[in-house]
């Protein structure tokens, strides 16, 4: 996967399982990239991305449904409010709006529901942001930098959020340079750097064994 | 709660689209202000006293009056649309919203419609104004032909929007989108707006709608409706990819 002559993302070869994955790596690794072609938000140069099987396209509305995804920007309308931003994504995924207030109470974003968007804080919109990609329920959950701007409170109510979701059968990736947060609960880990993968573990109950 | 189906998610985009503009104010406001000043500057270049029939003779050849003026008033509508259309995902670029709306269970053509919708409703907006302007500016009485007038407005509208919605999307992708927009969709326009001209210069110098329609201009305008529409709604996947 290349932007111009940069090659982003080199040989990446790996399968994804149950649980929540830390991508872990420096800055230009190649972590929102591959975050961007799991989503199927961009197709990769060469090789496939599969999903459940499927190849993932994100013309697919099958599979567009089970994916949930928060990029570098909040995935949100400014001009809306939280509540309304919400709303509006709740109805075109078919949630009801007793999830999303599930969703508003999980984050802890009740206070700011009546409040646009774009008067929001960095760490409030990322908040909103996460509780965006969760409202559907997604079986595949892709987050890039879910803790950026956060404060200590705000991180941990998104880490909440991350665990509320997880359920057998659901995959969540979340991409971050700093490894700690996630490393807490992670249930396998990949460093990659350069584009390259280079390592690529799964917790288990006596350790860590390397994964591919 | 059942998933609801195509015409209601689309029908939901548009009413964010409008919601977000009432709010914004981005969009039809530079519209109008363009419209009105253009408007106002021609009234300025025409002496006040000529009649639609009048021919002015030019270095190319003579001209009638009618030409003229119908030839002001589509070009008014082209820029003015082009300068609505250049923002069509603006209220997506904001916050990076675009991705968000790609991953939505929504056929592309859904999108491409809410958008179209939008669109159109800004041009719609825009006319409303400009063209009680225009009758008052340059004297237009049309009678009963106010009738044809508006028919042939919803032909150009129609393939107007469609190719502006689409050639949007992929000069959204583009850094100099808003002068990418006019280069992409202007030979695409070109029929359209020639087919306006003829059809309302004739309507401005008294042909009624036997008249007008005679000669054929209405079929190159449906034609162009129909072949953008549905060029518009299946490569739009395309091009906002």
């Not at chain 1, 309308?77 to 508003?104: P, Q």
């Not at chain 1, 999980?106 to 774009?118: A, I, N």
């Not at chain 1, 490894?179 to 390259?196: E, L, P, S, T, Y």
């Not at chain 2, 419209?35 to 270049?45: Q, R, W």
């Amino acid at each position: 996967m290349s932007y111009g002559s940069t090659i982003a993302l080199k040989r990446v070869d790996l399968t994804l399982y149950d649980g929540v994955t830390g991508l872990f790596g420096p800055n230009g690794a190649g972590k929102s990239t591959l975050l961007r072609v799991l989503s199927g938000l961009m197709r990769p140069s060469g090789g496939s991305a599969l999903l459940f099987g499927e190849e993932i396209r994100s013309t697919r509305e099958s599979i567009r449904r089970r994916i949930g995804y928060v990029g570098h920007e909040s995935g949100l309308y400014a001009r809306l409010s939280v509540i309304e931003n919400l709303s509006l994504f709740a109805n075109l995924y078919g949630v009801t709006s007793d999830r999303v207030d599930e969703v508003l109470d999980q984050l802890d974003m009740r206070e700011w529901q009546g409040t646009q968007v774009g008067a929001l804080s960095a760490g409030l919109k990322r908040r909103v942001a996460v509780a965006r990609a969760v409202l559907h329920k997604p079986d595949v959950l892709l987050l890039d930098e879910p803790y950026a701007n956060l404060d200590d409170d705000a991180s941990e109510r998104v880490s909440a959020a991350i665990l509320a979701w997880r359920a057998p059968g659901r995959v969540a990736v979340v991409a971050t340079h700093g490894a700690k947060r996630v490393k807490a609960f992670a249930d396998a880990g990949i460093i990659i750097q350069r584009g390259n993968v280079i390592s690529y573990r799964r917790r288990t109950p006596t350790g860590y064994e390397v994964a591919t | 709660m059942a998933e609801r189906g195509f015409v209601s998610k689309t029908t939901l985009l548009i009413r964010k689209d409008l919601l977000v503009e009432m709010r914004a104010r981005d969009t039809l406001p530079p519209m109008l202000a363009f419209c009105l000043t253009v408007a106002l500057l021609l009234a300025f270049s025409l002496p006040g006293n000529a009649v639609m029939s009048d021919v002015v003779d030019l270095p190319v050849g003579a001209i009638a009056l009618a030409d003229v003026i119908a030839g002001f008033l589509w070009i008014t509508i082209l820029f003015a649309g082009l300068i609505g259309f250049a923002r069509t995902f603006e209220v997506e670029r904001t916050e990076g919203a675009l991705d968000a709306l790609l991953l939505v269970p929504l056929d592309r053509s859904g999108l491409f419609a809410a958008k179209a919708f939008s669109n159109l409703a800004y041009l719609v907006a825009v006319q409303c104004v400009l063209v009680p302007v225009f009758a008052l500016f340059f004297s237009l009485t049309l009678g009963a032909d106010w009738l044809v007038l508006l028919g042939i407005i919803v032909l150009v509208d129609i393939g107007f929007v469609a190719i502006g919605t689409l050639f949007a999307s992929l000069a959204a992708q583009t850094r100099s989108r808003e002068l990418i927009l006019p280069v992409l969709a202007l030979p695409a326009l070109v029929p359209i707006f020639i087919a306006a001209v003829e059809l309302t210069s004739d309507l401005f110098m008294g042909g009624g709608l036997e008249a007008v329609a005679a000669r054929g201009w209405f079929g190159v305008l449906l034609g162009f409706d129909l072949v953008f529409a549905t060029v518009g709604a299946l490569a739009f996947e395309f091009a906002i990819d």
